[in-house]
């Protein structure tokens, strides 16, 4: 468990100022982590069919009989699902919701996101116990990473937007925005504070910090 005060994303050494468990960033990267895992078991479902047997892995507790590749994708499927009904159950019954579970493992995976989704700000920052809160966030994390990792999309990294100060906290923390597959959203956001600015509006505020150097050169 982490240190009051601390957000459980980061290292105690450098904390961040949870709401209360999470801080912004980690808030804004856990959504998006949650909405990306239905695309991701997509991606793993083909990775699974083109799949093919290696002998460098094995069954844990087993000497003899080599993990097919395939089930390297199938039992990272069973983890994510698994991890999103057993929360949305918990959601269903600590709201008591009447949403039915669904039995197929495909759609079922799909109306758990959903379901999370909607009631994320409930799950991350307004649960009555942040220790739920920083379970759920860390196992939306693990799964999300370990599905990255066998798909190969965990390398992509927005790029900075070098020198220019965010409009709402100062920082420079902008970045060029991208979605789960790296390909960018046209948006323009702040790693500190969250804030998404539109391409004109970046373009208008980065007018206005250089209108005065443009002033002094004339």
Request: aromatic share 6%; with cysteine; proline share 6%.
């Amino acid at each position: 468990m982490s240190s009051p005060g601390v957000c459980p994303g980061h290292n105690e050494l450098e904390p961040h100022a949870g709401a209360p468990t999470w801080c912004g960033p980690c808030t804004h990267h856990l959504r998006g982590e949650l909405g990306a895992l239905p695309h991701l078991v997509a991606r793993l479902l083909l990775e699974m069919e083109n799949a093919t047997s290696t002998g460098s892995e094995h069954v844990s507790g087993s000497k003899e009989r080599p993990i097919h590749a395939r089930e390297r994708y199938s039992f990272c499927i069973e983890d994510i699902d698994g991890v999103l009904d057993s929360w949305a159950t918990a959601v269903r019954e600590d709201r008591h919701l009447t949403v039915a579970r669904l039995a197929r493992q495909g759609p079922r995976i799909s109306a758990s996101t959903t379901l999370l989704v909607t009631h994320y700000e409930w799950l991350i920052a307004e649960h009555p116990e942040p220790a739920a809160s920083e379970a759920f966030g860390l196992e939306i994390r693990r799964v999300y990473q370990r599905a990255t990792r066998l798909t190969r999309t965990d390398t992509v990294r927005p790029e900075p937007c070098d020198g220019v100060q965010c409009p709402r906290c100062d920082l420079k923390m902008l970045q060029h925005d991208i979605d789960w597959q790296g390909r960018a959203t046209g948006y323009i956001a702040c790693a500190g504070c969250e804030t998404l600015l539109t391409a004109d509006e970046y373009e208008r505020w980065v007018k206005m910090l250089t209108a005065p150097l443009r002033r002094r050169a004339a």
